[in-house]
Each structure stands twice: as C-alpha cells, then as structure tokens.
C-alpha cells in the first residue's frame, strides 16, 4: 500500500496521518493495543480531517523482536464498525477485570 501510486500522490498533496497514544494489553509474548487513527488531508490553504478510525494492533514477540501479526482499521463512522470493534477488543481484554 505505501508503495502505491494512490498512496505516493496522497502523500504529495498534503496528506498528514496521527495515531493516538495506544492502550496496550501484554500477556508474554503477545500484545493486544487498540488505538485511534487521523488523517489530515490538504485543499489549497487549509486542512481538514478527512478519516477517523479505530485500530487493532495484534502483535508477537519472536526472538526479542515485537512484529505487527495482525492490524485491524474499522471507519468511526454512522456504520458503527469501529465502536464495535473497539467495544469487542475491551471487553476481549479486560472481561473480568472488574471481579
């Protein structure tokens, strides 16, 4: 994807990404981190938000190196993909954490 000439021409005009401070569940050599994706697009003189969306990183540890095993982006949007997934990681997570 980052090779791509959609991408290459996104990045030429303007295009800006963040990532929100991730919540990161550790468990050995498995990790589980949800975070929040923005990305900024250029029009002329200003910019605007163009993408909000949810983020699930599923990440291994082999020999002492963290490797990205799976990643999951869900639009925060009216389809409610991205509350779901981000409501189905926390409570993968943290079910019974409260007893």
Same mark, same amino acid.
């Given at each position: ?48 938000? &163009? !993408? /909000? ?5 599923? #990440?291994?540890?082999?020999? =002492?190196? &963290? !490797? /990205? ?5 869900? #639009?925060?949007?009216?389809? =409610? ?14 079910? =019974?954490?409260?007893?």
């Amino acid at each position: 994807m980052l090779q791509g000439d959609q991408h290459r021409d996104l990045v030429a005009n303007g295009v800006a990404h963040f990532a929100g401070p991730p919540l990161i569940e550790l468990d050995g050599d498995r990790a589980t981190a949800i975070n929040y994706s923005l990305i900024m697009r250029r029009e002329g003189d200003r910019f605007y938000l &163009w !993408r /909000v969306s949810a983020v699930r990183w599923d #990440l291994e540890r082999e020999a =002492g190196r &963290w !490797r /990205v095993a799976c990643r999951t982006n869900r #639009l925060l949007d009216a389809s =409610g993909a991205g509350s779901e997934m981000f409501g189905a990681t926390l409570a993968e997570l943290f079910e =019974g954490a409260r007893s």
